[in-house]
């Protein structure tokens, strides 16, 4: 392992003491992030089209309070003001997204050219200011032409559209701003399954909606998106670029724990519910197919690989990008499958142990309880599933309970957010010192407040306070806070 430096976190509870000095490789990435659809608003300007996103938030109780990101945080008219931030937080890496739409707006050429300048302006803006960024080309916000046209990810011809997108990116923005790390996909897992299974997230389809498949379309989806990765990368890698920057996907866990670490069918349930959730994305990049338990109880409903499909999955990445925000107890549900991927999955997830115990504190947002051994257990499980490969953790933060109702002053004092950073970054420091996980970045969730998804302007995850009203930024805390780990690891 590198040398280290060392960090001081506060309060850093469960395996990390108060007050405890942990360390990261010297030249580890800590960095912030964002989206583009989250934060850029300026929906129709100059050129930008709707992605499905714009259209599914448009529809009447898609979201909280039928918000939309329409206008977002304005980060279109405000890069110069968000740039100051960063530098002012010491910030040197900066996780964003590419919105294809404003690129092209329709999906395929033309270009855009008022959306390339934009982008053209924002590189230069964080090259000028010492702020590496770190590039994902599809988070979540699919032209809607595409799948209008061609019926989007559910079409296996998309894979020609997203390499078009993806070659002009890199070929113009890679080439011009020397960019180094590339993602092609942020969380299929969660597109695929509340797109296309749920329905809950954009373009809202499931057996229960006015069209859909739910015991289908999701694997015929994420098999297209696979597909889609494998291309993407072999045409990155035989660019010049290629040969010295690096492409990854990234994915997204929730840690399963079992419910009964006694009981043989819980421990079971466990392990299918993170094969179902993480393998089913990562087996066929680093192992070359779908997880043996997804062939099994999903049958013929699951595609499967060309041979030639196969080969340009395997090893299709320089890293192993990983969200991660909370975990749960996990127990089988007794479902034998066939209506969804949840009944294929057959498993129950629960917040409490048997003996009444909630797994962890309460955040903002219903789904994400504070469980920092979880974090440490998803990187082991990584670890040992796939050959310790090199993960970048891409995503990891918190809601504040209640920060969206509080008064300014007590929304910038986050103490709530400093400590749960300070646990999940410890745990992670653990996973690195003392288990060998070859952990070399952490972009904190988020870089500001933003439109979250379903939830809109009503949950908070940002380290800077955004008034949605006046478009005006505040430092909260934990921005101070994090430059000072920065900071201290020399950078």
Sequence with gaps: MSKCSCVILASCAALVSSGSTVSLPEDFILGAATAAYQIEGAATEDGRMWSIWDTFSHIEGTTYNNETGDVACDHYHHVADDI????????????????????????????????VAFY???????????IEPAV?????????????????????????????????CIDHFGSKYNIKYWITFNEPLTFVNLGYSTGTHAPGRCTDCD????????????????????????????????ADGKMGITLNSVWGEP???????????????????????????????????????????????????QEALLGAWDFFGLNHYTSKYIASSGESGGSSWADDCGTTSYTKDLDGNLIGADSDSSWLKVVPWGFRKS?????????????????????????????LEDALADSFRIDFYSQYIGNMSLAISEDGVDVQGYFAWSFMDNFEWTDGYNVRFGMHYVDYDTETRYAKDSSKWYKDVIANNGW
């Design 259 to 309: 419910l009964d670490a006694s009981d043989e069918t819980s421990v079971a349930a466990a392990e299918r519910f993170v094969e179902f959730e993480l393998a089913w994305f990562a087996d066929p990049v680093f192992l070359g197919e779908y997880p043996a338990v997804m062939r099994e109880r999903v049958g013929d409903r699951l595609p499967t690989f060309t041979k030639a499909e």
């Design 379 to 407: 990187l082991n499980w990584v670890k040992d599933r796939y050959d310790n490969p090199t993960i970048l953790v891409t995503e990891n933060g918190v809601s504040v309970p209640g920060e969206s109702d509080a008064a």
């Design 84 to 115: 100051q931030l960063m530098k002012d937080m010491g910030l040197k890496h900066y996780r964003m997204s590419l919105s294809w739409p404003r690129i092209m707006p329709t999906g395929t050429y033309p270009i855009n050219e008022e959306g």
């Design 120 to 130: 053209d302006d924002l590189f230069s803006q964080l090259i000028d200011a010492g």
């Design 136 to 168: 994902t080309l599809y988070h979540w916000d699919l032209p809607q032409e595409l799948d209008n046209s061609m019926g989007g990810w559910l079409n296996a011809s998309i894979t020609d559209y997203f390499v078009d997108y993806a070659k002009f």
């Design 211 to 242: 069209r859909g498949d739910s015991s289908t379309e999701p694997y015929t989806v994420a098999h297209n998106v696979l597909n889609t990765h494998a291309a993407t990368y072999r045409m990155y890698k035989a660019t010049d670029q290629g």
